[in-house]
Structure formats: C-alpha cells, structure tokens
C-alpha cells in the first residue's frame, strides 16, 4: 500500500507564509497525481491544488496567485508554498496521491490515499 507523512503546518498571522510537505512511502508502482486538500471546521472537504507526475498544476481559484504547488517524482514528494496567507486558509491541510501499489510483484489498482491531515491556522 502507499502511506503519506505530512510536515509543515503550524500558526502564523495574516500575510505571512507556510509551507507544507507530503512524503509518499510503501509499494509504489506509481504516482499519477499528488496534491493538497482542506477541511475547516463545519465545511466539507475542498481542493487546494494538486499536480500531476507531468508536472501539470491545478489549483482552487480561492488560492491562485498566492499558493505554489511543486513535485519530485523520483522521491514521491509534493509540497505547496503557501503565501500571502488569510483567515480563511484556517483549515486542516490533507495530503492526496492518486497511486498505483504493487500487488505483489505485478501492478495493482489505482486508489487515492490520504494523510492524516496537519493543521494550518491563519490569526487576524
């Protein structure tokens, strides 16, 4: 299977900046997407911004021009530079990787695979 660790996250005021990283670990035969969600407090689950092993970004319109999303393909890595934060980021940050596991030896089925999630807190 594929687990993801999260680091970053923390507390920071209105227009400062966080980063935040996602390392994906286990029997990985590939990685088609890795990328970012967010939940706050009474809210459903939201895209942030992911990016494909091409290299191809898609973001939230809520964080363009603010938030930059990068990845490593060879060491199954994603982070999201997170600028000119606001309030409204507040929100728990999910680490997301749509990926291929080994089946024993032989390819197995994609699935999407979660982090266990790393809180970002924006004061006013």
């Known amino acids: 299977q594929v687990q993801l660790v999260e680091s970053g996250g923390g507390l920071v005021q209105a227009g400062g900046s966080l980063r935040l990283s996602c390392a994906a670990s286990?029997?990985?035969?590939?990685?088609?997407?890795m990328g970012w969600y967010r939940q706050a407090p009474g809210k459903q689950r939201e895209l942030v911004a992911t990016i494909t092993s091409g290299g191809k970004p898609n973001y939230a319109d809520s964080v363009k021009g603010r938030f930059t999303i990068s990845g490593d393909n060879a060491e199954n890595t994603v982070s999201l530079q997170m600028n000119s934060l606001k309030p409204e980021d507040t929100a728990v940050y999910y680490c997301?990787?749509?990926?291929?596991?080994?089946?024993?030896?032989?390819?197995?089925?994609?699935?999407?695979?979660w982090g266990q999630g790393t809180q970002v807190t924006v004061s006013s």
């Open positions: 997301y990787a749509e990926a291929v596991p080994f089946m024993g030896t032989m390819r197995g089925y994609d699935g999407d695979y």
């Open positions: 286990g029997s990985i035969w590939s990685i088609n997407t």
